[in-house]
């Protein structure tokens, strides 16, 4: 039963076009979101993140949209830059400590 | 700089034959977590450590074990592997472990080969 899902598993997009990464989630327990980004041979890093109390956040390119009612998350990254290619894992987490629960990952190819 | 660092990067052993894997970190954080990643799949959480109080998943197999002797390492015992536990290891910290405070740290990653 898998309850975070990235249903594209690639994604390619042009230098200086958006991307945009979509996140489905089924558990409507969870309140707190998180994007990871990971380069080969490199743990994941934390990327940016959203509470369920929010619609939106932004860091600089990064936004991170919240759909409650959808149980929908997307990331749009504007202007998309070469080295923003890597594999983005959307994240979930509940009210437990500190779990994280992942989709399956999204790989973004950003072509100059 | 602070930081999550797995050893060995890779390591293969035999069918059967007990492995350790090693995780430290410099960033004094209380939480220190295990993930197991097979080829395009999600990271799946084995268990955690809040400080001394050990957390297993239920779905995690009985063959892995963990170890916290201090704050800053953890082991990830795998007492006879089998092929299906060929998977890349993640080990994660994090500061407190709330919800709302969930950012957690990742090492690099142990590969784990099975022959």
């Known amino acids: 039963d898998q309850q975070v899902k990235q249903n594209s598993p690639s994604l390619s997009v042009q230098e200086g076009r958006i991307s945009i990464l979509n996140c489905d989630y089924t558990n409507s327990m969870f309140d707190y979101f998180l994007w990871y980004k990971k380069y080969p041979a490199e743990g994941p890093t934390f990327l940016i993140s959203?509470?369920?109390?929010?619609d939106k956040n932004e860091d600089g390119r990064f936004t991170v949209f919240l759909n409650k009612s959808a149980k929908h998350l997307s990331l749009h990254i504007v202007p998309s830059q070469p080295g923003d290619s890597a594999v983005y894992f959307c994240a979930a987490a509940g009210t437990s400590y500190g779990k994280l629960t992942f989709g399956q990952g999204t790989i973004l190819t950003v072509h100059p | 700089d602070a930081m999550v660092i797995q050893n060995p990067r890779y390591q293969v052993t035999q069918f059967g034959k007990p492995v350790t894997l090693s995780c430290s970190q410099t960033l004094n954080h209380n939480v220190m977590y295990w993930y197991q990643q097979k080829s395009s799949q999600a990271p799946k959480l084995l268990f955690h450590?809040?400080?001394?109080?050990?957390?297993n998943e239920a779905d995690t197999p009985d063959n892995f074990q963990s170890r916290r002797p201090n704050t800053s390492f953890c082991f990830l015992d795998i007492r006879s592997p089998g092929l299906g536990d060929a998977a890349m290891y993640l080990c994660?910290?994090?500061?407190?472990?709330?919800?709302?405070?969930?950012?957690?740290?990742f090492g690099p990653g142990t590969r784990l080969t099975v022959l």
């Open positions: 959203i509470s369920s109390i929010k």
């Open positions: 450590y809040y400080d001394k109080d050990f957390n």
């Open positions: 994660a910290t994090s500061r407190k472990g709330l919800a709302g405070d969930n950012e957690q740290f």
